[in-house]
C-alpha cells in the first residue's frame, strides 16, 4: 500500500463522474524506433465505471493492447509514455509510479488475461503451484492454507474435480480450461479492474461462449470493472456496457454499447459493424474495409481513416478530428455519445463543424483538450 495523494488533487479540477474506477486521459504512448516514432497510442481518454465492462475494439494494429499494456505498466523500452498522459485507478495517478509500485497495482487492483494462457502460465510449475504463488505474493498465504483458496478458485472458474486438477501441469489443460485457470490466476490478486486482451480469440466457439459466460458471472460475483479487447464486434454485443472504437492509435467512437450498434455515427464504426456476418440482413456476403491501418509516426494533422473513407471530403485530410457529443437515438439520455469525425455535430453546418474541430485541436500538446469540460 502506497500513500494516495492523488484523490484530493484528482477532486479539484474539472471532475469526471466519480463513480470512475479507471480514468485515462490522453493517453500517448509512442515506441522509438531507429528510423521512426511510432505513436501507438496517440491522445485517448476514457474511463469504466465500478462493476462495468468497457470494450476496445479496431482492427489490427490499432493500439488496443499497447493500451492495455500502458494501464499495466508493462510498457518497456524503447516504448514510454508522454508527459501528457494520466492514468488514475481509484483515484491514484499511475503514470510515473515505481517498477515496484506498480507492481503492487497489478498485484492488487489491476490484473490482465491475456489472449494465449500459455504466455500466462509456467509449463515447470503445477497450475495449483502457480496459483498458489499469487497467493503468497498478493495475500500472503501459504501452505494448506494456499493449497485450499487455490482449489477454491479453480472451483470458482469452473473447473471440474479441482481438487486434483490443482497439482496438474498446464498441459494437461485443454486450452478452455488454460484460460479458466488464467482467470483463476487472476482473481488470485482479488482485482477490481480485469483487462482481458482478446481472451478467447484462441478458442472454438463453444468454449468462447463458456469463458464469455464465466467473466459476466465473475463479474456479478466480484463487481469486477472490465475492459475487454476484442476486433470481434459479435463478441463486443455479448459483453460490453459501453464501447470504445480505436482506429490508429486514436478512439474514433465511444457509446453505449446498445446506442453504438443503432446509432454509429463515425464512418469507420459503421464499416465494423458491417464486416460482422449476419443473419438478420440476409447478407451473405462479409464486407470489409478496403485498405490498412496505417502506422502512425507523426502527430495526426488530419483524420487518419480519411483515405479509406466512403465520406471523406477535403477538409478530412486538413483538420484533426477531435471526438465532440453526437445526437443520441437510444432512450437513454446520458448515452454520452461521442465521435471523432468532421461530419459531427450534425446539427452545425459543415463549415462551423470543421471550425469547432480545427480549434478545439488548435494548441497541440497544451492539453487544451481537458478545458471544456467534455473532453471524451
Ligand atoms: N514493442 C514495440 N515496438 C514498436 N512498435 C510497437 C511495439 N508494440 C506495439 N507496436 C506498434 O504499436 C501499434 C499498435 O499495436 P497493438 O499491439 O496495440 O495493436 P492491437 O490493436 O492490439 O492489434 P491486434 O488486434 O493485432 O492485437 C502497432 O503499429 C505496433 O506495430
Ligand atoms: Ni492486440
Redesign the pocket.
Known amino acids: 500500500m502506497v500513500a494516495d495523494s492523488s484523490r484530493s488533487d484528482a477532486g479539484t479540477a474539472a471532475e469526471p463522474a466519480d463513480d470512475r474506477l479507471l480514468e485515462v486521459e490522453n493517453l500517448q504512448?509512442v515506441?522509438h524506433?531507429e528510423r521512426e516514432t511510432?505513436r501507438?497510442?496517440d491522445g485517448i481518454s476514457f474511463g469504466i465505471a465500478e462493476g462495468e465492462t468497457l470494450g476496445?475494439v479496431?482492427?489490427?494494429?490499432?493500439?488496443?493492447?499497447?493500451?492495455?499494456?500502458s494501464i499495466m505498466g508493462l510498457?518497456?523500452s524503447?516504448?514510454e509514455l508522454l508527459p501528457d498522459s494520466s492514468i488514475r485507478f481509484d483515484g491514484r495517478e499511475l503514470t510515473g509510479l515505481s517498477e515496484t509500485q506498480y507492481e503492487s497495482v497489478r498485484g492488487g487492483g489491476v490484473a490482465m488475461v491475456f489472449?494465449d494462457p500459455l504466455s500466462t502460465l509456467n509449463p515447470v510449475y503445477t497450475v495449483g503451484n502457480q496459483i498458489e504463488e499469487a497467493l503468497s505474493l498478493h495475500r500472503g498465504l501459504s501452505g494448506l492454507e494456499a493449497t485450499e483458496k487455490a482449489i477454491e478458485l479453480l472451483e470458482d472458474v469452473g473447473i471440474p474435480d479441482a481438487a486434483r486438477r490443482v497439482s496438474e501441469y498446464p498441459h494437461e489443460f485443454s486450452g478452455g480450461m488454460r484460460q479458466r485457470a488464467v482467470i483463476a490466476m487472476a482473481l488470485a490478486c482479488d482485482p477490481d479492474l480485469l483487462i482481458c486482451?482478446?481472451p478467447t480469440t484462441a478458442l472454438d466457439v463453444t468454449i468462447q461462449a463458456q469463458i464469455l459466460e464465466l467473466l459476466a458471472d465473475l463479474q456479478e460475483e466480484h463487481g469486477l470493472s472490465i475492459l475487454f479487447?476484442t476486433?470481434d464486434m459479435g463478441v463486443i454485443a455479448e459483453v460490453c456496457d459501453r464501447v470504445a472504437v480505436?482506429y490508429a492509435?486514436e478512439v474514433v467512437e465511444q457509446a453505449p454499447v446498445v446506442e453504438l450498434f443503432e446509432n454509429p455515427r463515425h464512418p469507420y464504426t459503421r464499416g465494423l459493424l458491417r464486416s460482422i456476418p449476419s443473419t438478420q440482413r440476409g447478407a451473405d456476403r462479409l464486407e470489409t474495409i478496403e485498405g490498412e491501418?496505417p502506422?502512425?509516426n507523426a502527430p495526426a494533422t488530419d483524420c487518419r481513416f480519411a483515405p479509406r473513407c466512403p465520406e471523406a471530403f477535403d477538409a478530412c485530410r486538413e483538420v484533426h478530428p477531435e471526438p465532440v457529443p453526437v445526437a443520441t437515438e437510444t432512450a437513454d439520455a446520458d448515452a454520452d455519445h461521442t465521435a471523432a469525425c468532421l461530419l459531427y455535430p450534425e446539427d452545425e453546418t459543415r463549415e462551423q463543424a470543421v471550425d469547432r474541430h480545427a480549434i478545439e485541436d488548435a494548441p497541440p500538446g497544451a492539453g487544451a483538450v481537458d478545458s471544456g469540460g467534455e473532453s471524451r
Open positions: 504512448t515506441f524506433t511510432i501507438a497510442v476496445l479496431g482492427e489490427s494494429g490499432s493500439g488496443k493492447s499497447v493500451t492495455a499494456r510498457v518497456d524503447p516504448g489472449q486482451d482478446e479487447i476486433h480505436m492509435g491501418v502506422t502512425p
